[in-house]
């Protein structure tokens, strides 16, 4: 066998080994004991999804096409505490769950209709009903047609 032939030969080899078996990984669990994905969830087939905000998130950074498909187009109501309350240039009120301060952070992003006035404010826990419309910018969820429910519904 020729030098060069050899040398290619060697080279094959010494990859092949190197690369041993293919091996998978997980996420690695986080600090505080949990678990890497969240646990799944039952959702019912028809009514109302009831879901904390961090849920919600937790299923879009999961698996974001299974989540969208999951709740995309049905009535949610989302429990979590308020990040950021902003209007839109078109005057719609949007409430925001989740993570705020980094672009594209993990969010759900609750619209109300421009009339409307949420009257709810950064750091208050509430519950928003809406139709959820699926994934948004970043990750998580935006949410239209909301309403805030009143505490203990």
Not at 20 to 38: C, F, M, Y
Not at 55 to 63: G, H, P, S, T
Not at 113 to 141: E, F, L
């Amino acid at each position: 066998m020729s030098v060069p032939i050899r040398l290619v030969l060697l080279l094959l080899l010494t990859a092949a080994i190197s690369c041993g078996p293919s091996v998978t990984t997980q996420k690695p669990a986080p600090k505080d004991g949990g678990s890497a994905r969240p646990t799944p969830m039952t959702i019912p087939a028809t009514g109302v999804i009831r879901i904390s905000a961090n849920d919600l998130i937790a299923q879009f950074q999961a698996d974001e096409n299974a989540a969208d498909r999951a709740f995309r187009d049905r009535t949610v109501e989302v429990t979590g505490k308020v990040v950021h309350v902003e209007k839109t240039k078109t005057g719609e009120p949007v409430v925001r769950f989740g993570e705020i301060g980094r672009v594209l952070s993990p969010h759900v992003e609750c619209y109300f209709q421009a009339k409307d006035n949420p009257g709810v404010s950064v750091g208050q826990t509430c519950v928003i009903r809406g139709r959820c419309m699926g994934k948004s910018m970043g990750v998580g969820a935006w949410i239209k047609e909301c309403a805030v429910l009143p505490a203990g519904k």
